[in-house]
């Protein structure tokens, strides 16, 4: 099994910061690609920001600038840094990973159980 763990969510006001962190642990050989999706109050999940095991990085238009994404892959984790935070971002952030459990096998979606983010005005 492959088990992902969120940590970093809270309250904060707008204008402020989080870093969320999502660590990966089980069998795991490799892992390809990771992501932040979030889910906003009322609607559908969509991706942040994702980063391939090669470090290239995909933003959402909305948190381009504000948002940076990065991994450790020694590690195994994921982390969200999150600057100048809206009211908007508020939501639920789901960390996801592609990872495969040996060498040539499939890579198959992981997701962790989320992490509450809300941004007062």
């Known amino acids: 099994q492959v088990q992902l763990v969120e940590s970093g969510g809270g309250l904060v006001q707008a204008g402020g910061t989080l870093r969320l962190s999502c660590a990966a642990s089980g069998s795991i050989f490799s892992i390809n690609a990771m992501g932040w999706y979030h889910q906003a109050p009322g609607k559908l999940r969509g991706l942040v920001a994702a980063i391939t095991s090669g470090g290239t990085t995909n933003y959402a238009d909305s948190v381009k600038g504000r948002f940076t994404i990065s991994r450790d892959n020694a590690k195994n984790t994921v982390y969200l840094q999150m600057n100048s935070l809206k009211p908007e971002d508020t939501g639920v952030y789901y960390c996801?990973?592609?990872?495969?459990?040996?060498?040539?096998?499939?890579?198959?979606?992981?997701w962790g159980q989320g992490t509450q983010v809300t941004v007062s005005s």
């Open positions: 996801n990973a592609a990872a495969r459990k040996y060498m040539g096998g499939p890579f198959d979606d992981y």
